[in-house]
């Protein structure tokens, strides 16, 4: 199992935004996945309390696939980096393919511009 594997069947609640759809069982294509760790506290993200509360990134990974290659581009906690992610407050819940066909529900969002604003943080710190 690899390391984007690793980290996507987590016990960690977790965002991703993905260039395109992904299936690791059939790597043939270029694909991009940047994964935002989420800390939550009580009450966030529709709780009894309405919402109150706070989600808050304290990690952000990326990986790039490339022609069945998946090798990791970045990874940071630095919190004055992370505060330049965008938040994909309109993440829904998609199916993935794992590389042994297993398919796994994560919360997330299909976003090539979203990709680009990420890339463009990633490439000039």
């Not at 984007?4 to 987590?10: A, N, Q, R, V």
């Not at 004055?80 to 199916?95: C, G, L, Q, R």
């Amino acid at each position: 199992m690899n390391e984007l594997e690793s980290l996507l069947l987590s016990a960690e609640r977790k965002l991703l935004v993905i260039y395109d759809e992904l299936d690791l069982s059939e790597i043939s294509s270029n694909n991009q996945i940047f994964i935002l760790l989420v800390e939550e506290s009580k009450g966030s993200a529709g709780g009894r309390g309405g919402g109150s509360g706070h989600r808050k990134i304290v990690q952000v990974s990326g990986f790039k696939i490339d022609k069945n290659k998946i090798e990791k581009i970045y990874d940071t906690k630095d919190e004055n980096i992370i505060d330049k992610f965008e938040i994909p407050y309109s993440a829904v819940a998609m199916d993935i393919k794992l590389s042994d066909g297993r398919q796994i529900v994560v919360q997330g969002i299909i976003d090539q511009d979203m990709i680009k604003d990420y890339n463009n943080i990633v490439f000039s710190s």
